[in-house]
Protein backbone atom coordinates (compact mmCIF):
# COMPACT_ATOMS: atom_id res chain seq x y z
CA UNK A 1 0.00 0.00 0.00
CA UNK A 2 1.08 3.56 -0.89
CA UNK A 3 2.48 5.57 2.14
CA UNK A 4 -0.49 8.12 0.48
CA UNK A 5 -3.28 5.52 0.53
CA UNK A 6 -1.92 4.82 4.12
CA UNK A 7 -2.17 7.87 5.51
CA UNK A 8 -5.72 9.02 3.88
CA UNK A 9 -6.98 5.47 5.32
CA UNK A 10 -6.27 6.11 8.86
CA UNK A 11 -8.20 9.17 8.41
CA UNK A 12 -11.33 6.75 7.88
CA UNK A 13 -10.39 3.26 9.68
CA UNK A 14 -8.98 2.48 12.74
CA UNK A 15 -5.44 1.35 13.18
CA UNK A 16 -3.85 -1.28 15.38
CA UNK A 17 -0.35 -1.91 16.07
CA UNK A 18 0.33 0.35 13.23
CA UNK A 19 -1.90 -1.11 10.72
CA UNK A 20 -5.11 -0.19 9.16
CA UNK A 21 -7.97 -2.09 10.44
CA UNK A 22 -9.55 -2.55 6.96
CA UNK A 23 -12.79 -3.85 6.10
CA UNK A 24 -13.69 -7.44 6.37
CA UNK A 25 -12.26 -8.86 2.74
CA UNK A 26 -10.46 -5.90 1.67
CA UNK A 27 -6.56 -6.41 3.63
CA UNK A 28 -4.06 -6.99 1.67
CA UNK A 29 -3.05 -10.93 2.03
CA UNK A 30 -0.02 -11.97 4.26
CA UNK A 31 2.51 -13.81 2.27
CA UNK A 32 3.76 -16.05 4.42
CA UNK A 33 0.41 -17.30 6.12
CA UNK A 34 -1.40 -17.05 2.68
CA UNK A 35 -0.88 -20.10 1.95
CA UNK A 36 -1.60 -19.23 -1.97
CA UNK A 37 1.20 -19.44 -4.56
CA UNK A 38 2.80 -16.79 -5.58
CA UNK A 39 0.83 -15.97 -8.68
CA UNK A 40 -2.73 -15.96 -6.51
CA UNK A 41 -0.78 -13.99 -3.75
CA UNK A 42 -0.28 -10.94 -6.58
CA UNK A 43 -3.66 -11.45 -7.82
CA UNK A 44 -5.23 -11.29 -4.09
CA UNK A 45 -2.92 -8.62 -3.14
CA UNK A 46 -3.61 -6.52 -6.72
CA UNK A 47 -7.52 -6.99 -6.30
CA UNK A 48 -6.68 -5.54 -2.41
CA UNK A 49 -5.01 -1.96 -3.34
CA UNK A 50 -7.57 -1.64 -6.17
CA UNK A 51 -10.48 -2.30 -3.67
CA UNK A 52 -8.64 -0.25 -1.09
CA UNK A 53 -8.31 3.03 -3.38
CA UNK A 54 -12.08 2.35 -3.86
CA UNK A 55 -12.95 2.42 -0.13
CA UNK A 56 -11.25 5.37 0.74
CA UNK A 57 -12.04 7.15 -2.17
CA UNK A 58 -15.92 6.70 -1.51
CA UNK A 59 -15.78 7.63 1.83
CA UNK A 60 -13.45 10.70 1.23
CA UNK A 61 -16.01 12.24 -1.35
CA UNK A 62 -18.89 11.23 1.14
CA UNK A 63 -16.81 12.71 4.55
CA UNK A 64 -17.29 9.69 6.11
CA UNK A 65 -15.49 7.63 8.46
CA UNK A 66 -16.43 3.84 9.88
CA UNK A 67 -17.49 2.99 12.95
CA UNK A 68 -17.30 -0.05 15.19
CA UNK A 69 -21.13 0.95 16.58
CA UNK A 70 -23.26 -0.05 14.12
CA UNK A 71 -25.52 -2.89 14.32
CA UNK A 72 -28.51 -1.98 11.87
CA UNK A 73 -31.02 0.12 10.25
CA UNK A 74 -32.34 1.71 13.43
CA UNK A 75 -28.53 2.88 14.28
CA UNK A 76 -28.94 5.20 11.53
CA UNK A 77 -32.13 7.31 13.26
CA UNK A 78 -29.97 7.69 16.34
CA UNK A 79 -28.48 10.45 16.98
CA UNK A 80 -25.27 9.13 18.62
CA UNK A 81 -23.45 5.87 17.89
CA UNK A 82 -24.31 3.09 20.04
CA UNK A 83 -25.62 -0.19 18.97
CA UNK A 84 -29.38 -1.14 19.69
CA UNK A 85 -30.83 -3.01 22.73
CA UNK A 86 -30.14 -6.66 21.95
CA UNK A 87 -34.12 -7.02 21.86
CA UNK A 88 -34.57 -4.57 19.73
CA UNK A 89 -31.59 -5.00 17.14
CA UNK A 90 -32.61 -6.31 13.57
CA UNK A 91 -29.18 -7.55 13.12
CA UNK A 92 -27.07 -8.60 15.91
CA UNK A 93 -30.56 -9.06 18.68
CA UNK A 94 -32.26 -11.57 19.67
CA UNK A 95 -35.41 -9.69 18.16
CA UNK A 96 -36.38 -11.06 14.96
CA UNK A 97 -33.13 -10.71 12.53
CA UNK A 98 -35.26 -9.56 9.61
CA UNK A 99 -31.67 -7.92 8.35
CA UNK A 100 -29.29 -10.17 9.45
CA UNK A 101 -29.21 -10.96 5.24
CA UNK A 102 -28.77 -8.14 3.07
CA UNK A 103 -26.44 -6.95 5.93
CA UNK A 104 -24.05 -9.17 4.71
CA UNK A 105 -20.11 -7.56 5.14
CA UNK A 106 -21.86 -4.31 6.83
CA UNK A 107 -19.34 -1.31 7.11
CA UNK A 108 -20.95 1.65 9.78
CA UNK A 109 -20.40 5.43 8.58
CA UNK A 110 -19.97 8.25 10.80
CA UNK A 111 -20.32 11.78 8.85
CA UNK A 112 -19.47 14.41 11.61
CA UNK A 113 -20.13 12.36 14.15
CA UNK A 114 -23.28 10.86 13.41
CA UNK A 115 -24.65 7.89 12.10
CA UNK A 116 -25.25 8.54 8.33
CA UNK A 117 -24.86 4.98 6.22
CA UNK A 118 -24.82 1.82 6.50
CA UNK A 119 -22.82 -0.42 3.43
CA UNK A 120 -23.63 -3.91 2.74
CA UNK A 121 -22.33 -6.74 0.19
CA UNK A 122 -24.43 -9.40 0.14
CA UNK A 123 -24.04 -12.49 -2.27
CA UNK A 124 -27.99 -12.18 -3.33
CA UNK A 125 -31.01 -10.03 -2.36
CA UNK A 126 -33.84 -11.75 -2.00
CA UNK A 127 -37.77 -10.09 -2.18
CA UNK A 128 -37.91 -10.27 1.40
CA UNK A 129 -34.97 -8.78 1.73
CA UNK A 130 -36.20 -5.45 -0.88
CA UNK A 131 -39.39 -5.55 1.39
CA UNK A 132 -37.17 -4.91 4.47
CA UNK A 133 -35.43 -2.36 3.24
CA UNK A 134 -38.48 -0.77 1.61
CA UNK A 135 -39.46 -0.77 5.07
CA UNK A 136 -36.94 1.10 6.52
CA UNK A 137 -37.16 3.14 4.11
CA UNK A 138 -41.13 4.20 4.90
CA UNK A 139 -39.24 5.37 8.32
CA UNK A 140 -37.40 8.19 6.20
CA UNK A 141 -33.80 6.30 4.85
CA UNK A 142 -32.71 6.09 1.44
CA UNK A 143 -30.91 3.03 -0.32
CA UNK A 144 -29.30 2.27 -3.25
CA UNK A 145 -28.52 -0.86 -4.79
CA UNK A 146 -25.40 -1.45 -7.17
CA UNK A 147 -23.06 -3.31 -8.70
CA UNK A 148 -20.01 -5.37 -6.72
CA UNK A 149 -18.29 -2.17 -5.19
CA UNK A 150 -14.92 -2.54 -3.79
CA UNK A 151 -16.26 -6.30 -2.12
CA UNK A 152 -17.15 -8.08 -5.27
CA UNK A 153 -16.76 -11.49 -5.40
CA UNK A 154 -20.34 -12.11 -6.68
CA UNK A 155 -21.71 -9.56 -4.30
CA UNK A 156 -23.87 -6.70 -4.61
CA UNK A 157 -23.63 -3.34 -3.23
CA UNK A 158 -26.07 -1.80 -0.86
CA UNK A 159 -26.05 1.17 0.48
CA UNK A 160 -28.81 2.73 3.01
CA UNK A 161 -28.25 6.44 4.42
CA UNK A 162 -30.06 9.46 6.33
CA UNK A 163 -30.63 11.56 4.01
CA UNK A 164 -30.80 14.74 6.74
CA UNK A 165 -26.90 13.79 7.15
CA UNK A 166 -26.00 12.42 3.75
CA UNK A 167 -27.91 14.35 0.97
CA UNK A 168 -26.79 12.26 -1.78
CA UNK A 169 -24.81 8.95 -2.22
CA UNK A 170 -23.08 7.74 -5.35
CA UNK A 171 -22.40 3.84 -5.68
CA UNK A 172 -18.66 2.91 -5.35
CA UNK A 173 -16.94 1.70 -8.76
CA UNK A 174 -16.36 -2.13 -9.44
CA UNK A 175 -13.47 -2.65 -8.15
CA UNK A 176 -12.87 -5.71 -10.46
CA UNK A 177 -13.49 -3.96 -13.46
CA UNK A 178 -11.10 -1.35 -12.61
CA UNK A 179 -8.50 -4.28 -11.61
CA UNK A 180 -9.31 -5.72 -15.02
CA UNK A 181 -8.44 -2.38 -17.02
CA UNK A 182 -5.35 -2.19 -15.31
CA UNK A 183 -3.79 -5.16 -16.49
Partial sequence: MSRELEMRASKIFKKQQGEILWP?????????????SEEQYEKAAAHARVAQQVIVEWAEDHGLRSSESGCCPRWLLRNAS??????ACGMYGSAPRDDASWLDHPIFWLKDGLPTAITSSP????????SRIEQWQESGLMAAFGGPGWYGSGTTQIVMWH?????????AEDAGRLLRHSE
Avoid: I
Fill in 24 to 36: YGLATPNRRRSGL
Fill in 82 to 87: RQCEPD
Fill in 123 to 130: YSVSQDDR
Fill in 163 to 171: PQRLASVYL
